[in-house]
């Protein structure tokens, strides 16, 4: 037995694997997936190991549940051949612990001709084949064992294809796959090491402070504070006291000394959001703050320096705010180093898929309880004009959460929303650029058609190669369309 494998068991699982005093543990180092074999008759595991080994895979042999548990938990397998009767108990047990514990991994499990009964229960409890004593097709062996090879590698590349797709259309909390978005991920990531300052537009509702997070987020300052700052809803009496600080008696009610939110955010990132809203004096000062890096607090001789970087956003038009006098321009540019501009959801309609099930499964998280939306109510959502943006889409699936009393969000579901009801008599929204009307098209006709290749690529026309090659320069995943196949097969 190698050495450097048994030595890995502390002490107290080294004596289980010495008890019965035979060589159960069995390693040999390959590339081609790990095979752990159960079984109590030694002359199986040998040829096991011999058959297995030609292949090649790297093989485990344990001879009781027990020592199959210790290797479960110490390495990882791609395929586990078990017998249903061991030493220690019943072979369903660790099947059963298996498809549980480890549902990545594909059982298979060996039977006598009198237990056939047994295997097909394993099935039905999640094992991937059996095979039956004495083996008569020792090639049958390695044939399984390939295949469950096999599966496992496919689940694994699905499982790394989906998270690339996640973290390709996401960004922290930024959702999106249209070509605005991944334009805003890009730009987040060319500013990874910088601290420039930023300023952000868009409409109510679009994520503009979720933008600013991704900002901070994947900056030098993301170990420090993120403090945002609604400059619409500080009183106008109390502005600069709320962003500067002001020393104890400066007014009437000042009984403390504050510190301000810019120097709450020192060494950090200070998003003002809707500063179009601020009044002229305090820009002016705002602006000297940026200038100098340090704030005066109110009633305070003593200027403080601050390390902040300022990310700011506005849902006007801050350039037609300066013509009309309405904003500094000195502080406009003094912002406006970066520019980024978030589209509103009705220019990204294929964005709306994506968002939704970002919703969904941020409501699983919090309470366990998994939903969809029926392909209808899907159509209702992508015809809509969302006047409110990513705001109002959050809200109206969160309300559906809420009154919903299945696992499916139907068209019914929605009646009290009679702005999404009258989408249906809405023209749909047609996106600005071709790629995106083709992107959109697509998506539809699948939603439409659950996920069916033939019937989506019937409903556009098209054939079902053209669909599957079209969905691949669209950047859509093609592993979600299993039931075309099935759909070929039949027919």
């Not at 009964?117 to 044939?143: C, N, Q, R, T, Y």
């Not at 579901?413 to 023209?427: C, G, N, V, W």
């Not at 079902?464 to 099935?486: I, P, V």
Request: charged share 30%.
């Amino acid at each position: 037995m190698p050495t450097s494998n048994f030595a890995r068991f502390q002490n107290g699982d080294r004596e289980i694997l010495e008890k019965s005093g035979k060589e159960y543990f069995n390693y040999i180092e390959m590339e081609n997936g790990n095979i752990l074999v159960v079984d109590d008759n030694p002359s199986i595991l040998k040829l096991f190991s011999r058959l297995l080994a030609q292949e090649p895979f790297n093989v485990c042999t344990a001879g009781t549940i027990e020592e199959a548990k210790l290797l479960l938990a110490r390495q990882q397998f791609d395929v586990v051949f078990t017998d249903l009767f061991l030493p220690d108990g019943n072979g369903m047990d660790l099947v059963n612990l298996i498809t549980k514990s480890y549902p990545e991994l594909s059982v298979v499990v060996m039977t006598g001709q009198a237990t056939i009964e047994l295997a097909v229960e394993a099935m039905k409890a999640g094992a991937f084949d059996f095979l039956v004593k004495p083996f008569e097709h020792l090639d049958l062996v390695s044939l399984i064992a390939k295949r469950a090879v096999t599966q496992k590698k496919v689940i694994n590349e699905n499982i790394d294809l989906k998270k690339a797709l996640s973290s390709k259309y996401r960004m922290d909390r930024l959702v999106g796959k249209s070509e605005p978005m991944q334009k805003i991920f890009r730009l987040i990531l060319q500013l990874r090491d910088n601290e420039a300052t930023v300023l952000i537009h868009g409409e109510s509702g679009t994520g503009k402070e979720l933008l600013a997070q991704a900002l901070h987020y994947n900056s030098p300052r993301k170990e420090n504070k993120f403090v945002p700052v609604d400059c619409g809803s500080l009183p106008v009496t109390l502005i600069e006291s709320e962003l500067f600080g002001h020393v104890k008696g400066a007014y009437t009610d000042a009984h403390r000394d504050v510190k301000g939110l810019f120097r709450e955010a020192d060494r950090g990132t200070i998003f003002l959001d809707e500063i179009g809203d601020l009044p002229l004096p305090v820009q002016s000062k705002l602006l000297r703050v940026l200038q100098e890096r340090e704030v005066r607090p109110l009633g305070s001789g003593q200027a403080i320096p601050v390390d902040v970087r300022v990310i700011a956003a506005s849902k006007r038009d801050l350039r037609e705010m300066v013509e009309k006098g309405e904003f500094r321009e000195d502080l406009f540019y003094r912002l406006n180093v970066v520019f980024i501009a978030i589209p509103p959801l009705r220019e990204r309609m294929e964005d709306i898929t994506l968002l939704v099930e970002h919703f969904l499964e941020e409501h699983a998280v919090k309470t366990g309880k998994q939903f969809k939306l029926a392909a209808e109510t899907m159509q209702l959502f992508l015809k809509y004009n969302w006047p409110g943006n990513v705001r109002e889409l959050q809200n109206k699936v969160d309300q559906a959460l809420a009154l919903v009393s299945h696992s499916e969000i139907r068209p019914e579901d929605l009646t009290i929303f009679a702005e999404l009801k009258s989408a249906e008599k809405m023209p749909e929204q047609v996106p600005l650029s071709f790629e995106a009307y083709e992107r959109l098209a697509v998506e539809r006709a699948l939603s439409m058609c659950n996920n069916d290749m033939a019937q989506a690529a019937k409903m556009l026309k098209v054939g079902t190669s053209t669909l599957y090659r079209k969905m691949k320069n669209l950047g859509l995943e093609t592993s979600r369309n299993n039931k075309a196949k099935d759909h070929n097969e039949k027919s």
